[in-house]
């Protein structure tokens, strides 16, 4: 398939997204077809705010770090807003029924 057939097949699906809720054709809302081809647009997103903010008042975290540990970005979180780290790596567990990570909320130290 050429680019062009790409985008027209993308398109055509993302087309549906302005059916009614619950018609059977509906598809994930979303209308940015060309962005899911090009990429993120993260760095746009990024130069705008550091229009407004420094380097070191952002914070960056990776979502397979989050998905996988999400105690040691939590952790991070905490770090980098200067607050007690009171969730971390210890309050989660790996569920196997789902199949991802899962917070232990009963063992949180929180008052």
Known sequence: ?????????????????????????????????????TGSLYSTHINTYLHYFTQDQMLYLDATELIENPGMSLRRVADFAGVPQLITEENFYFDEEKGTQACNYSNLDVQ
Request: proline share 8%; net charge neutral; glycine share 6%.
């Open 1 to 37: 398939m050429t680019d062009d057939e790409i985008r027209s097949a993308v398109r055509m699906y993302f087309s549906r997204v302005d059916l009614m809720a619950g018609s059977p054709g509906r598809v994930y809302p979303l209308k940015i077809p060309d962005a899911v081809l």
